[in-house]
């Protein structure tokens, strides 16, 4: 991966009006921007006009891409045990005000029946690192029960996995044991800021830390997820970095990350830390706008670190994944503990109000985990989307998971917004067997069939 070439694009000349156009006009064909192009959309100066093309943009690229769907889920926090010293998280090693806890297996069972009590289907785990005290052994069990785990007729479909670096031997157990995506975010690319926030404990290694998405997919994981949190250096570096390494990891091992995630620095409970970069709203809008127009084939994800507000205004620029309902706490959904989390969230809906107000806003909230059950992961997965495949898949899916959410956890307010909605719906789907298969599955959702899919 060339970082070097990354300040130097930072030192190009801003681009001229009419380049920036240009640069919106191929942006628009859904075909990608090679790291010239995305570095000239991040340097050319904000004023309201170019911030406009650039979203709309955005909005018209993921519109095609994806359509409307938006990917609901919720993180669960196993353990806030942690060997490492990150100096912006509440979970490091040093931080004695934080109720230090790792779940047991019948805690977690606690947590997944909480969750799916709610209407979730897929779950984001996630863990600090102590390889004593929750090591792989322990990650693997808690995925077998979360997994195991059923409320009446509804279970965690996809658990996605957000879990310290490690070894390929590690990795082949993760992926054998059946999980979604593998997330891992590299914090900050740049290297003496990497070495001045990670202080002790195995994370501090940049190297290892970098080359764990090379191991994962060496194990046979081919959709991994990648990240920074935004805050600790310049965006606009941080922006191509991503872009940088999704594209080394294309070229060296076929495959582009399955998702990016754009998560924010957070004051965190007992941490001084503060954001020696941080990003301003309108400029988050700008990393999620452009990540949307140069890498069109991955899915960007949001959590609830971002406010509701903030969060419905990026939805329409190429978000297409989001968290809803979370809590960062160990035990934060079942026992509704309150003392352990890993830093402060700020949207505070519950999963209902969410799907209802992405509902209200003409998006289309899924639970949909078609596509991984299907096998249509990794480089299978992203010409799909770049052929605009996906979408003719995700419109039906998501109508038919937000259909049995609604049956079994839908208030009365959120089936009726559903309920006004679904023939427009239904009418958008291109392909008239599609539509008709769509429609049946309706019915037999209604009649209490589960999990159907296309
Ligand atoms: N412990 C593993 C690791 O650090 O890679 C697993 C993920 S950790 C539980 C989840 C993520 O939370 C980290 O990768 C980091 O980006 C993020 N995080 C930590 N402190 C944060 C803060 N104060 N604000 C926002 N995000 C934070
Ligand atoms: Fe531990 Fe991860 Fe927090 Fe670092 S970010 S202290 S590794 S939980």
């Known amino acids: 991966m060339d970082l070097a070439r990354i300040e130097e694009l930072l030192n190009l000349e801003p681009p001229s009006d009419v380049r920036y156009r240009e640069i919106l006009r191929r942006a628009r064909r859904a075909e ?17 006009r170019r911030d406009a093309a650039l979203f709309s943009a955005a909005r018209e690229v993921k519109r095609a891409l994806y359509g409307k769907r938006i990917v609901l889920f919720a993180p669960l926090y196993i353990s806030n045990l942690c060997s490492n010293k990150c100096l912006y998280c509440a979970f490091r090693r040093d931080n004695d005000s934080l109720e230090r806890r790792k779940l047991g297996l019948e805690e977690i069972r606690g947590e997944t029946r909480a969750l799916i009590s709610m209407g979730h289907k ?3 785990l996630e863990a600090g690192e102590d390889l004593a005290a929750a090591p792989m052994d322990y990650v693997l069990d808690a995925i077998e029960a979360i997994y195991d785990t059923h409320v ?10 957000n879990v310290a670096a490690t070894s390929v031997d590690n990795y082949e157990r993760l992926r054998a044991a059946g999980i979604g995506t593998y997330q891992l975010f590299q914090e900050t690319y740049h290297r003496p800021t990497y070495e001045a926030v990670h202080i ?23 959709d991994y997820g990648i990240g920074v949190l935004f805050g600790l250096y310049d965006y606009r570096y941080e922006t191509l970095a991503l872009l940088a390494h999704a594209e080394y990891m294309r070229e060296t091992h076929g495959i582009g990350p399955h998702t990016i995630s754009v998560p924010r620095l957070q004051s965190a409970p007992g941490t001084e830390f503060e954001a020696p970069h941080p990003l301003s709203d309108d ?17 960007l ?32 959904y079942g026992k509704g503990e309150k003392h352990s989390g890993q830093f402060d ?9 969410c799907v209802r107000d992405i509902v209200s806003r003409e998006g289309i909230p899924s639970f949909c985990t078609g596509c991984y059950r299907k096998h249509r992961t990794g480089s299978r997965f992203m010409e799909m989307v770049e052929a605009g495949e996906i979408r003719d898949l995700c419109l039906p899916n998501a109508i038919l998971t937000l259909a049995e959410y609604v049956e079994d956890y839908g208030s009365d307010d959120t089936r009726r917004a559903f309920e006004r909605r679904v023939p427009e719906w239904l009418g958008e789907i291109p392909d008239e067997r599609v539509r008709a298969a769509t429609t049946s599955a309706l019915a037999e959702i209604e009649s209490g069939v589960r999990d159907v899919y296309l």
Request: hydrophobic share 40%; aromatic share 2%.
């Open 32 to 48: 990608g921007l090679d790291p010239e192009d995305a570095a000239m959309l991040l340097l050319g100066a904000s004023d309201s």
């Open 122 to 124: 897929r779950v984001l």
């Open 152 to 161: 009446g007729r509804n279970g965690i479909r996809r658990i996605n996995v």
């Open 200 to 222: 002790e404990g195995p994370k501090s290694d940049y190297d290892y830390h970098l080359g764990a998405m090379d191991r994962a997919v060496t194990a046979g994981i081919d």
């Open 283 to 299: 400029e988050l809008k700008k990393v999620v706008a452009v990540l949307r127009l140069a890498a069109p084939y991955t899915g």
């Open 301 to 332: 994800i949001l959590s609830t670190r971002e406010s509701a507000q903030m969060r419905d205004e990026l939805v329409n620029l190429g978000i297409s994944q989001m968290s809803a309902a979370s809590m960062t706490e160990i035990g934060g």
């Open 345 to 353: 969230t700020h949207d505070h809906r519950s999963l209902d109000e």
